[in-house]
């Protein structure tokens, strides 16, 4: 997922998607932990995402106050 990509996301989509981004690491880290976890980048990516998400959530709330 891209930076455009996030941006161009309602705050409703957003909200969605953070939900089930952090459902999937939740399942990620458990895969990690069993050693089930084919590709470990995996994990770093999801949790850029999940950062980028919480950024553009953040500046949306600054300019709105």
């Avoid at 895969?31 to 089930?36: G, I, L, N």
């Amino acid at each position: 997922m891209t930076g455009k990509q996030v941006h161009e996301m309602t705050d409703a989509e957003l909200e969605a998607k953070l939900v089930e981004l952090k459902a999937e690491l939740f399942n990620l880290r458990f895969s990690h932990a069993t050693h089930q976890l084919t590709n470990p980048m995996q994990l770093k990516n999801t949790k850029r995402d999940i950062a980028r998400i919480k950024t553009v959530i953040g500046e949306r709330k600054a300019k709105q106050a």
